[in-house]
């Protein structure tokens, strides 16, 4: 299925008092299924608002979809009604937050909140659903015994494991993972990769991947979606954006990673700083802080420049901008 | 070979806590040259930021001598101490929560002057302050802004600028980049450097991201549960690592490239209490190459090439 | 992100601005302003004087010459609740100034250096603590007689733990936060911390408790002229007027609606205004 998952022109604002901040900003995206997409961009850059957006459970207000479209299996999810969504969230589409630390009920077992997910989407017994919460405990690589204990008997790394299982457990074709890594320890996000990717490969599902750690996308995607103020700048297999970035904030975020396998002096840097969401630059959104900055640029938003079938980038200057100017 | 600025001898931390006692460092050593910086890497948990703190001593050590150019400083007075401070300085983590939301950055900046130097007139503050805003690259303009209403990299510059105001020669830094986005990530680790070739300073660079640690330091000490497990300088560390740990660590960095998949070792389990932890080395129980003897006695730092390692394996499994 | 103030305001002004955007508060404020006022020009404002007696004009509902009725002597209602604002006021703030600043130190010494320090305070205000405050404050006032100081510090040292909890509570919350370990880094001293740094951080819920506190002076200093530990008759306090009144809560209750309502809205602005205060000293909250 090509139109597994496709956002069109999805646009969020937050209302604070009288400032509106624009945190997407007429996202254009796609994802295939059974594919893995990482979702890379700095803070503020819209990543999560997104996700929340695809699930809508964005906390409205202050934040409100002001235009756009999240097809998902041929049905357009905005005009679904709320006991569809419900059916939606969880069965089909679920999610991983970022801190297990708080994404799980301190006052239940594992088990139990593993079972209140199966018994909620699915019509088995409630000892039906205690086996498989031991299922689902083993596939992440916890003992079913542990099903009765509690969150805080658990550590940092075996907790986020919990909270996969509890995603997985209803076998959702889209999983939406939001930084599932960093709140750990390298070695114990060492473990969760590998175990993300052992579970990708067993369950075929989607899954997008939200992260600002290029490392952690190389190793488990196979599309990137650059994110910069709201919106998608470039979009492309792992390898050609990788290997050959065509938008300059790629270029300067690649740049800006210190290297372990490299030996550099001095990192590059991008020029000023990440745009204000309140008042995000007209034209190209990155323009203020682009090296090759054109008039046109100031005024004129860039359409995406296919490059071949999957890659693009909204960038004028991205067919001139070919091999050889990333090292 | 110049003489130490700063030298760590037998330090130790221990913690009473319900559970037993916490070996938070337990026996650490080590030394910095001026000009040069120590890279300390660890997981949390390791004892990293609290060895960062006894040296500081923002917490008293329960054994063990920081020597600072020859002087046991966890001996001095309190009043020697705060003399000293202004030669050792810190930088915190969270540019969030390291400030004072009730401060403008003039006065978050200012603070340590107004400790220091009694005699000052205010506009001679002032022009120290912008002074050292100008350092750090924050713009004068912000000067009687509040934290809240700057971004992180403004704010660790902040954080920056309140140290440097006294012009120390050592700096700890712990994990000062760890709450930032990598460009701003890149901005922060190029002024530390720029500035340390200006001021001359010496840091303690405290982090638990390999790449980060390996472009600033020319020493890197790696720290298990309370111990040092490993120390070279950076480039041996990297291409050489010789303790299971280290490589395990290494190893555990995502490479941004998705050409290359390295061989992972994943290691098992997770991190041992470091509350009445096991005797023998700490790191055997996740350790795929453990031994009897690693059981029974606690491996010592031994020199191995041009590494410093405490593990039996490497050192022969004598003694 | 604002980046643009380049003026400069004293702190105190800036919260000033901030206290008027918020409606509310500034009606709070208006209210206090007019009742501290009342209390000062009560001479002028008063039509009679607050003892004399009227028997003829005995329990008289609300009318034209008695604007708030007049009570079992004949004395005028509304005369007393003017003069009694002066009492009232006085006795409230004083005592909650009593008990915020004795009480923030404490809590606020117990909490930064903890260990037996923070042992001994709290156990201290544990015993104070575990004698109703009510009759605290009448052992106190029995003590040290009866008299309008006496009521005030009695009623005062009845609330001090309550301000001793709550600043220590913050203070164990704040000194952990790494701004306070900054402070020492540069080599602030301990007193200094707690002046610039903690305690500036904890002032919302003392703030609140401030204004919750007030109500709990007036009526606690009511309870003692009550039983004859504090104000005494004829003088009016609030309080003592509403206590009085009880009896005649049936046939008369305009008796007590008066010095009822009297309190009820100082109350109210206090604690309107309180909020105010919380919202506009915190700079996160600054648009």
């Known amino acids: ?327 | 070979m110049s003489e130490p600025l700063l030298e760590v001898r037998h330090l130790k931390k221990y913690f009473q806590t319900k559970k037993g006692l916490l070996y938070a460092v337990d026996d650490v050593n080590f030394s910095i040259e001026e000009g040069k910086t120590l890279g300390l890497v660890g997981e949390s948990g390791c004892g990293k930021s609290t060895t960062g703190r006894l040296i500081l001593r923002l917490h008293e050590a329960t054994a063990g001598e920081v020597l600072y150019r020859g002087r046991n400083i966890l001996e001095l007075s309190p009043r020697e101490m705060r003399e000293m401070r202004q030669k050792m300085q810190i930088v915190f983590q969270d540019p969030y929560s390291s400030l004072n939301p009730r401060m403008s950055v003039r006065s978050l900046i200012e603070e340590s002057l107004l400790q220091r130097s009694r005699g000052m007139s205010s506009a001679e503050r002032e022009k120290r302050v912008l002074a050292a805003m100008d350092l750090v690259g924050l713009e004068r303009r912000l000067e009687h802004s509040y934290p809240h209403e700057l971004d992180g990299g403004r704010r660790q510059r902040i954080g920056i600028a309140r140290a440097l105001i006294l012009e120390p020669e050592f700096v700890v830094l712990d994990e000062p980049v760890s709450a930032l986005d990598v460009c701003v990530q890149a901005q922060i680790l190029n002024l530390l450097m720029d500035l340390q070739k200006e001021m001359k300073l010496t840091y303690l660079f405290i982090s638990h991201n390999l790449s980060v640690v390996k472009h600033i330091s020319d020493q890197i000490a790696v720290m298990y549960l309370g111990k040092l497990v490993e120390m070279a300088d950076h480039e041996t560390i990297f291409e050489d690592p010789k303790h299971p740990y280290t490589k395990a660590l290494l190893s555990a960095i995502p490479v941004p490239d998705p050409t290359k998949h390295p061989d992972r070792i994943i290691l098992e389990g997770d991190v041992t209490s470091p509350i009445n932890p096991p005797p023998g080395c700490r790191f055997r129980t996740r350790c795929r190459q453990a031994m009897p003897v690693c059981a029974e006695t606690c491996p010592e730092l031994m020199q191995n090439g041009n590494s410093i390692v405490a593990c039996h394996l490497c050192n022969g499994g004598q003694k | 992100m604002k980046q643009t103030k380049e003026k400069r305001y004293s702190f105190a002004r800036e919260t000033f601005e901030r206290l008027m955007k918020n409606k509310l508060a500034m009606f709070g404020l208006f209210v206090l302003c007019v009742l501290v006022l009342t209390a000062i020009f009560a001479d002028q404002i008063a039509p009679y004087s607050y003892d004399q007696m009227d028997f003829l004009n005995a329990y008289k509902f609300p009318c034209r010459e008695h604007l708030f009725g007049t009570d079992e002597f004949g004395r005028d209602i509304f005369s007393r609740v003017v003069y009694g604002s002066r009492i009232s006021l006085k006795v409230g703030f004083i005592a909650v100034g009593i008990a915020v600043v004795a009480g923030g130190l404490l809590g606020a010494v117990a909490g930064y250096y903890g260990g037996w320090t923070d042992n001994l305070i709290m156990r201290a205000m544990d015993v104070i603590m575990s004698i109703p405050a009510t009759l605290l404050a009448i052992s106190i006032a029995a003590a040290l007689g009866a008299g309008l100081t006496n009521l005030m510090i009695a009623t005062g040292i009845a609330s001090i733990p309550t301000y001793a909890r709550i600043v220590r509570a913050s203070v164990l919350g704040i000194k952990e936060q790494e701004f306070v370990e900054a402070a020492k880094a540069v080599g602030t001293r301990d007193f200094t911390i707690l002046r610039k740094h903690i305690l500036p951080n904890c002032l919302a819920p003392i703030i609140v408790q401030a204004t919750l506190g007030v109500a709990f002076a007036i009526l606690t200093a009511a309870g003692l002229s009550f039983i004859g530990l504090g104000i005494e008759p004829p003088t009016p306090e609030w309080g003592a007027m509403l206590s009085n009144a009880r009896t005649y809560i049936r046939d008369y209750s305009y008796m007590c609606l008066f010095p009822g309502l009297a309190i009820a809205i100082t109350i109210f602005s206090l604690n309107v205004l309180g909020d105010g205060l919380r919202d506009a000293l915190d700079p996160k909250l600054r648009q």
């Not at chain 1, 069965?91 to 997910?117: N, R």
């Not at chain 1, 959702?172 to 993972?177: G, H």
């Not at chain 1, 579970?199 to 997008?208: F, G, P």
């Not at chain 1, 995000?280 to 079938?309: Q, W, Y």
Request: include cysteine.
């Open chain 1, 1 to 327: 299925m090509k139109d597994f998952l496709r956002i069109e022109d999805l646009t969020v604002e937050y209302h604070s008092g009288r400032r509106h901040v624009h945190a997407v900003n007429g996202l254009d995206l796609q994802v295939g299924e059974g594919e893995a997409l990482g979702f890379v961009g700095e803070t503020g850059a819209g990543k999560t608002t997104t996700a929340l957006s695809i699930l809508r459970i964005l906390p409205n207000p202050p934040a409100k979809v002001l235009g756009g479209k999240v097809i998902f299996k041929y049905k357009d999810l905005f005009t679904l009604s709320d006991k569809e969504m419900r059916a939606i969230r969880g069965e089909e589409i679920a999610m991983i937050f970022q801190d297990p630390m708080t994404s799980l009920d301190p006052v239940k077992t594992v088990g139990d909140q593993i079972c209140e997910m199966i018994l909620l989407h699915e019509h088995c017994s409630k000892k039906e659903a205690w086996e498989k919460a031991g299922d689902m405990l083993e596939t992440v690589g916890i003992d079913r015994e542990r099903a009765g204990e509690y969150p805080h008997q658990f550590s940092g790394g075996m907790k986020q494991r919990v909270v996969i299982a509890i995603a997985l457990s209803c076998r959702p074709s889209l999983l939406i993972a939001d930084e599932p890594t960093t709140a750990l320890d390298v070695t114990i996000q060492a473990q969760i990769l590998e175990l993300m990717k052992e579970l990708k490969k067993k369950y075929q599902s989607s899954m997008i991947m939200i992260t600002h750690d290029l490392g952690i996308v190389a190793e488990i995607c196979d599309n990137v979606a650059i994110m910069y103020a709201g919106s998608v700048l470039e979009y492309g297999s792992v390898f050609d954006i990788y290997k050959d970035p065509r938008h300059f904030y790629t270029k300067a975020l690649f740049d800006s990673i210190p290297d372990v396998s490299r030996n550099q002096d001095r990192l590059k840097v991008i020029s000023g700083l990440a745009p204000d969401p309140t008042d995000i630059p007209s034209g190209c959104p990155f323009h203020p802080r682009c090296p090759r900055c054109m008039d046109r640029c100031r005024t004129e938003k860039p359409e995406a420049v296919h490059l071949n079938d999957t890659h693009w980038a909204k960038c004028f200057l991205a067919e001139e901008e070919g091999r050889g100017s990333h090292e």
